[in-house]
């Protein structure tokens, strides 16, 4: 499993949604009770575990996720960072 001192060290991070930036939800779900209901129970949701867990929302195809983990080994091979993938 994972050490102790590593999933305190992912809490104290947050929630990966969250690194970096605000919370923006856009216009569209901004102006919407519901959608931002969801929204920030997902984000709540991800707070939560985000110690020992880590969340791929848009993972809805086989080439959506074949890039986060190109995106990672990217990240863990040659130091790509995020915000240039």
């Not at 050490?3 to 305190?8: D, I, M, Q, R, T």
């Not at 919407?32 to 209901?37: E, K, L």
Request: glycine share 8%.
């Amino acid at each position: 499993g994972l050490s102790a001192a590593f999933v305190a060290d992912q809490k104290k991070k947050g929630a990966t949604s969250l690194r970096k930036q605000a919370r923006e939800y856009g216009p569209i779900i901004s102006k919407d009770v519901h959608g931002t209901s969801c929204f920030d129970q997902m984000l709540k949701n991800e707070q939560e575990f985000c110690g020992e867990w880590v969340v791929f929302y848009h993972s809805y195809s086989c080439a959506a996720l074949l890039y986060e983990v190109q995106a990672a080994v990217g990240s863990v091979l040659f130091r790509f960072k995020a915000e240039f993938a």
